[in-house]
Structure formats: C-alpha cells, structure tokens
C-alpha cells in the first residue's frame, strides 16, 4: 500500500486490530455463504443461491479492497535495474570473453 506517498507494507505493522476486523468480517461472510447453500434444493434455488454468490464474492473482494496488495509500491522501483543486478551481467559478461 501506498500512504503519504511512500510505500508501506502490511504485514501486521501496528495494524492488528483492524486485520482482525477484517478477518472477521471475510469470515463471517464465507460461513454465511456456506449457511446459505445449505437452503440450496431443486424447489428453492434462486435465492440461496444469490445470497451464496454474493457472500462467497464479499468475503473475498471485501479484505482485499480494505488491506490492498500486500506487494503495491510505485512501478518506477519496481521496473528498473538494481545496481546488483546491472553488476551481475557485467561480470557475468567478463567471463565469457
């Protein structure tokens, strides 16, 4: 995630309380969803079936709009060449001369 323009990472840094919020309410939604195929028959499908489908995709959307990915930081520091990497092939270059 990225918070005041710099990157940060979750994982857990001061931020329990609220993982725990949202674990529970991802929780809470997927064991609604499986409550609710149990009402699943050949006679009632329609609703038990939405309730379900809605649940099962709002206990995985919801944590992941909340917390965000866990690897976001801005693409400039992802694509370019590390100075390890840019003396690796140099020396890997050397080598093979």
Sequence with gaps: MIRNGKAIDHSNHGGVWGSL?????A????V???????WWTFDNVWLPGLIAMTLATLAMALPKA???R????????????????????HAAGRLHH
């Design 32 to 38: 609604g969803a499986i409550y609710a195929m149990g």
């Design 66 to 68: 909340v917390l965000g």
């Design 21 to 25: 919020i949202a674990w529970l309410v």
């Design 27 to 30: 929780f809470a939604s997927l």
């Design 70 to 89: 866990s690897d976001t930081v801005d693409t400039v520091a992802i694509h370019t060449q590390h100075p390890v990497e840019v003396g690796s092939s």
